[in-house]
């Protein structure tokens, strides 16, 4: 279980120390991406002088501002469910979509990134809990979403993305073991424009067990910048 540091003294400190002791027993081979929705500039400023690069958002518009102001080797990563007109907002801006989720969304990606001539990464996010309440494919679609994926010309598929339901351990390592059958059987075929190499899944509460399961990509928020208002809870969209 995740521990605040709060007996340090100042913000940088927890922060920097947040950071450090996540990535102490993190393996070389797994992304830490800090998610910093609804957290101002300057607590990116101080993940970013303990050596954290990738950075996640959930809203376009709060990445398109944070990107403006913040140094330009940072890696944004969105994270959030994606409105198609939105789309237009993130080309040339963000590192990595995570959160591909319909083909509507993805002719969208398609047209607006070869419009400037960009190629859009993208995760194929799964909603492996057959939750109502968010946003993701269910596993049914997967072949008619990787049908269209193949017609593409700008956007490359690195991998999957989950958010999974809430509950204990057990049921956590349920879902990740399922995410990580659905990406290995993705990993032996062989699609235009798709390769498995990014498995996004695993946050403050769970992201030990889904590295035990497969994840090379966890994303942090609480665990590293501290609590958020309601207002910046997980979208699911
Ligand atoms: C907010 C959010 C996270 C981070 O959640 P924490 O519990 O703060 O670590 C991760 N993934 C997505 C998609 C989110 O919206």
Known sequence: MYMLITSLGGKDLVIEENINKIKKNLSKDVT??????TKPIEDIEIAYKAGQRDFGENKVQELIEKEEILE??????????????????????????????????????????????????LLIQINIGKEENKSGIFEEELDALINEIELCNNCKVRGLMAIIPKGNDTENRYYFKKMKYIYDTLSK???????MEILSMGMTND???????????????????????????????
């Open 32 to 37: 830490l991406v800090a998610v910093s929705k």
């Open 72 to 121: 330009k080797d940072i890696r944004w990563h969105f994270i959030g469910s994606l409105q198609t007109n939105k789309v237009k907002y993130l080309v040339g801006k963000v590192y990595l979509i995570h959160s591909l989720s319909s083909i509507k969304l993805l002719k969208k990606i398609e047209s607006e990134f070869s419009k400037e001539g960009f190629i859009a990464n």
């Open 189 to 195: 075929k062989s699609y235009k424009n798709i390769s």
């Open 207 to 237: 992201y030990k067990i889904a590295i035990e399961e497969g994840s090379n990509l966890i994303r942090i928020g609480e665990g590293i910048f501290g609590k958020r208002n309601i207002l910046g809870g997980l979208t699911n969209g």
